[in-house]
Every structure is written in structure tokens, then in C-alpha cells.
Nanobody, 126 residues
Framework: VQLQASGGGLVQPGDSLRLSCTSSGRTFSMDVMGWFRQAPGKEREFVASISRSGGPQSVADSVKGRFAISRDNAKSTVYLQMNSLKSEDTAVYYC????????????????????WGQGTQVTVSS
């Protein structure tokens, strides 16, 4: 199983980025996907999660209205669109996956995920 995250980089406050995470070795359409982040000196925190169907989903309050999660099951890829980036969004962003017992479930707790990607660095600085 491999989760390959990409799309991070150095941007200025107010800019946008789109992260991608491509899954291989699993049946992507059966997995709940999540994005988490970890800033230096801080614990890993939930960012967004999306159900197998792409319908039910959750976004953390800290990024609500600025970040959006989506998925393309045909491409085995989950996306995190990040708009209006702030310095406090600076972190390593990780994608995660686990089997979803239904098409409507999603998970916000990192302990519920089975597989993790290697992370992609997002730095927001002027």
C-alpha cells in the first residue's frame, strides 16, 4: 500500500495550493480518506476527511471556508484545495486511508486510519 502526497510548497499569505494524494495497492473506492497536518512542536491535527462516496465529509473548524476536500475514485486520488492560506497553516500535510464500512462514514480521529503517506511540506510565509 502506498499513499503518495504531492503539491506542497512555499507560498505567500492569501495564496492557494492544491494537495494531491494518490493511492496504490488498495481499492481506493472502498477507503475513507483523510488529511492531517503537523506543525513544528505541535501534535498532528485533523484537517479533513471524505467518505468513500465523496458525499459525507468533514473539515476542521480552523480551516472551514478556506479548505475543501474532494476525491476522484477513477484516479485513486484525494485532493485538498487550500485557499486564503495563512502562516498558521504551515505544516507537513499527511494523507491517510482506511476501509470504510459504508459509503457515508468518515473519520476525524487519526487513530482510526490504517495507512499514511509520507507527508508534503506547506510553508506560508511572506
Amino acid at each position: 500500500v502506498q499513499l503518495q502526497a504531492s503539491g506542497g510548497g512555499l507560498v505567500q499569505p492569501g495564496d492557494s495550493l492544491r494537495l494531491s494524494c494518490t493511492s496504490s495497492g488498495r481499492t481506493f473506492s472502498m477507503d475513507v480518506m483523510g488529511w492531517f497536518r503537523q506543525a513544528p512542536g505541535k501534535e498532528r491535527e485533523f484537517v479533513a476527511s471524505i467518505s468513500r462516496s465523496g458525499g459525507p465529509q468533514s473539515v476542521a473548524d480552523s480551516v472551514k471556508g478556506r479548505f475543501a476536500i474532494s476525491r476522484d475514485n477513477a484516479k485513486s486520488t484525494v485532493y485538498l484545495q487550500m485557499n486564503s492560506l495563512k502562516s498558521e497553516d504551515t505544516a507537513v500535510y499527511y494523507c491517510a486511508a482506511r476501509f470504510g464500512s459504508s459509503t457515508r462514514v468518515y473519520y476525524t480521529d487519526a487513530s482510526h486510519y490504517w495507512y499514511w503517506g509520507q507527508g508534503t511540506q506547506v510553508t506560508v510565509s511572506s
